[in-house]
């Protein structure tokens, strides 16, 4: 079945970068681009950005830009979102859903929490 | 502030209908397909509708959603407290000039 793994918790340092895999399976990797979502804690869905595995081109909401980098590797049907220059607002769940238009399938959620 | 809005809550009795509404605007809603999220608490999002008014398989057609201009709402009939999570809208939005998704700031539904 189509299935997004995403790698565990994370706990970082202000100023440090983090970097979250999601594995894809059950499906075409190319085929569907892949999002980025973050669910801060109390909060709604914010969307980072979105990457498309076929090509490897992106998209970025602006609030992110110059801080967020998405990549993929087709040969293991992964995609990575690295933020960098954390600071504790950036404390959130982080899910990769695929899409693009409806996310229907989901990953489970990484927990990133900054702290001093 | 979302770029869609949405009402922060609504209620209803077991076995009643409820509709949740989602405002938006030509840049997004008004241009675009909409789709609506389930979320139950600590779980991960979960697709309902697509394309405005298309259920994924598996979701029970008691779950419904239309669009009309810039607005798009989510209809559930025959409440259940299973049903008892917070709803999200979200849609493509042009108004940055590119291509950013958006969404609106969440329902949350209390099953009375």
């Known amino acids: 079945q189509e299935q997004l793994v995403q790698s565990g918790a994370e706990a970082k340092k202000p100023g440090a970068s983090v970097k979250v895999s999601c594995k894809a399976s059950?499906?075409?990797?190319?085929?569907?681009?892949m999002h980025w979502v973050r669910q801060a804690p109390g909060q709604g869905l914010e969307w980072m950005g979105v990457?498309?595995?076929?090509?490897?081109?992106?998209s970025y909401a602006q609030k992110f830009q110059g801080r967020l980098t998405m990549t993929k590797d087709t040969s293991t049907n992964t995609v990575y979102m690295e933020l960098s220059s954390l600071s504790s607002e950036d404390t959130a769940v982080y899910y990769c859903?695929?899409?693009?238009?409806?996310?229907?399938?989901w990953g489970q959620g990484t927990t990133v929490t900054v702290s001093s | 502030q979302s770029v869609l809005t949405q009402p922060p809550s609504v209620s209803a009795a077991p076995g009643q209908k409820v509709t949740i509404s989602c405002s938006g605007s030509?840049?997004?809603?008004?241009?675009?397909?909409v789709s609506w999220y389930q979320q139950l608490p600590g779980t991960a999002p979960k697709l309902l509708i697509y394309?405005?008014?298309k259920r994924p398989s598996g979701i029970p057609d008691r779950f419904s959603g239309s669009k009309s201009g810039t607005s798009a709402t989510l209809g559930i009939t025959g409440l259940q407290t299973g049903d008892e999570a917070d709803y999200y809208c979200?849609?493509?939005?042009?108004?940055?000039?590119?291509?950013?998704?958006?969404f609106g700031g969440g329902t949350k539904l209390t099953v009375l």
């Open positions: 979200g849609t493509w939005d042009s108004s940055l000039g590119g291509g950013d998704w958006v």
């Open positions: 394309d405005s008014n």
């Open positions: 990457i498309n595995p076929s090509g490897g081109s992106t």
């Open positions: 859903a695929r899409g693009p238009n409806g996310m229907d399938v």
């Open positions: 059950g499906y075409t990797f190319t085929s569907y681009y």
């Open positions: 030509n840049s997004n809603i008004g241009n675009n397909y």
